[in-house]
């Protein structure tokens, strides 16, 4: 963002008076009954009051920069508890990030917040225009596999797989490549390719040892592996543990458990 500092929020500036100029005749809007309806006013979500920006990501405090003091601390502290609530209560979760938007909605980390919490909360389409709206405002492609995945959430995975093929996807670091293979193996499941969503997981990154910034990608790409065998008619699913808490049976060993399939045809 260029240019000097911008205020996000409407706090400071006069008030604007929505009636008629102060020489027109009272009696035209004296009893408020032809006035303009006002916006109902918004209640933000609460925020315990432990919660503090500092909490917050520097590099993401940074991009609040350009928002007043008092302004970037509370759209900090939402996006705070975006993130506590995200993974459990995304509905909490997308009440903060709607507070934080409104406070902030020309941020791009603020958009893809939104967009992220409204993708938890199943809104699809909502997510997509937020994802796009912070894709354009911050030049990043890190979230294009969830972009791709709510296209599959819409019904479209058709659209996933044009995502998945564009130019976009080259700029993905290896995790974020990780992540869109699961979701390309998800949009072939959806059109019952269930053959070709087994290869698109066959990755280097499924066997053997990866950094430790890529062992919880590598996870889900091989339990993304292990379902889209047992779709394919190529693995009977593994034993769910009994409900009265005895043996499951033995674990199998990561590796071990990586069964390679060739490609039939």
């Known amino acids: 963002m260029g240019g000097g500092p911008r205020r996000e929020d409407s706090r400071g500036g006069p008030r604007r008076d929505h009636g008629p100029s102060s020489g027109a005749p009272r009696g035209a809007w004296g009893d408020r009954s032809d006035a303009p309806p006002r916006a ?3 209640v933000e979500p609460t925020i315990p009051d432990d919660v503090t920006p500092d909490a917050l990501d520097r590099d993401v405090r940074r ?11 509370e759209v900090a502290r939402h996006l705070v508890m975006v993130g506590v609530l995200l993974d459990d209560e995304p509905e909490k979760a997308l009440a903060h990030a709607r507070a934080a938007q409104r406070r902030a909605g020309r941020v791009g980390v603020v958009r893809e ?11 699809y389409d909502e997510a997509l225009r937020e994802l796009r709206t912070a894709r354009r405002l ?32 080259q700029e993905l670091d290896r995790a974020g490549r990780l992540e869109l293979a699961i979701v390309v193996a998800g949009a072939r499941q959806d059109l019952g390719e269930l053959d070709a969503a087994v290869l698109e ?30 779709a394919a008619g190529r693995r009977a699913p593994r034993p769910e543990a009994p409900q009265d808490g005895g043996p499951a049976g033995p674990p199998a060993d990561d590796d071990d458990a ?3 399939v060739e490609d039939p045809s």
Do not use: F
């Open 40 to 42: 109902p006013r918004v």
């Open 201 to 230: 997981l066959q990755l280097p990154e499924l066997k053997g040892s990866v950094p430790p910034e890529l062992r919880e990608a590598q996870a889900r790409l091989r339990e993304a592996y292990e379902d889209a065998l047992v």
């Open 138 to 169: 911050t030049g990043s492609q890190a979230l294009l596999p969830v972009m791709a995945d709510c296209e599959r959430g819409l019904g479209r995975p058709e659209r996933a797989l044009e995502a998945a093929a564009g130019p976009a996807a």
């Open 258 to 260: 990586v069964l390679w």
């Open 63 to 73: 991009d609040l920069s350009s928002l007043s003091a008092d302004n970037a601390a």
């Open 113 to 123: 917040a939104m967009g992220l919490a409204a993708y938890r909360a199943g809104l």
